[in-house]
C-alpha cells in the first residue's frame, strides 16, 4: 500500500497551507487517518487524525484551532489545512493509515499500520 503525500513548502508565520495525500488503496474507505510531524531528535508526532467516515476528528492541543483534517473518501484522499502557521510547525509531516477505521483519540504510533513518504513544511519567522 502506497500513501503519497504532497503539498509542502516554505512559508511564512501566520500563512496558510495544505497537505494532501493519496492513495490507490480500494479499501481506503475503511481506514482511520492521521498526520503525524517529526522534527530531526525528536519522535514523531500525531497532530490530527480522522475516522473511516470523517464523523470524528481529533487535534493535538499544539494544533487545535489552527489545523483541519478532513477527507474525500471518491477521491481516496485526505488533506491537512494548517492556518496561522508557526515556526514550532516547521518538521517533515506524514500522512498515516490504521485499518481498523474507529478513533477516541489522535492515533498512536502502535496504531499506524501504513505511512506516507513525508512532505517537509518550513515556517520562516
Known amino acids: 500500500v502506497q500513501l503519497q503525500a504532497s503539498g509542502g513548502g516554505l512559508v511564512q508565520t501566520g500563512d496558510s497551507l495544505t497537505l494532501s495525500c493519496a492513495t490507490s488503496?480500494?479499501?481506503?474507505?475503511?481506514?482511520?487517518l492521521g498526520w503525524f510531524r517529526q522534527t530531526p531528535g525528536k519522535e514523531r508526532e500525531s497532530v490530527a487524525s480522522?475516522?473511516?467516515?470523517?464523523?470524528?476528528?481529533y487535534y493535538a492541543n499544539s494544533v487545535k484551532g489552527r489545523f483541519h483534517i478532513s477527507r474525500d473518501n471518491a477521491k481516496n484522499t485526505v488533506y491537512l489545512q494548517m492556518n496561522s502557521l508557526k515556526p514550532e510547525d516547521t518538521a517533515v509531516y506524514y500522512c498515516?493509515?490504521?485499518?481498523?477505521?474507529?478513533?477516541?483519540?489522535?492515533?498512536?504510533?502502535?496504531?499506524?499500520?501504513?505511512w506516507g513518504q513525508g512532505t517537509q513544511v518550513t515556517v520562516s519567522s
Open positions: 498515516a493509515a490504521d485499518t481498523y477505521g474507529v478513533i477516541d483519540g489522535v492515533l498512536k504510533l502502535y496504531e499506524i499500520e501504513y
Open positions: 488503496a480500494r479499501t481506503f474507505g475503511n481506514w482511520a
Open positions: 480522522i475516522s473511516w467516515n470523517g464523523g470524528t476528528t
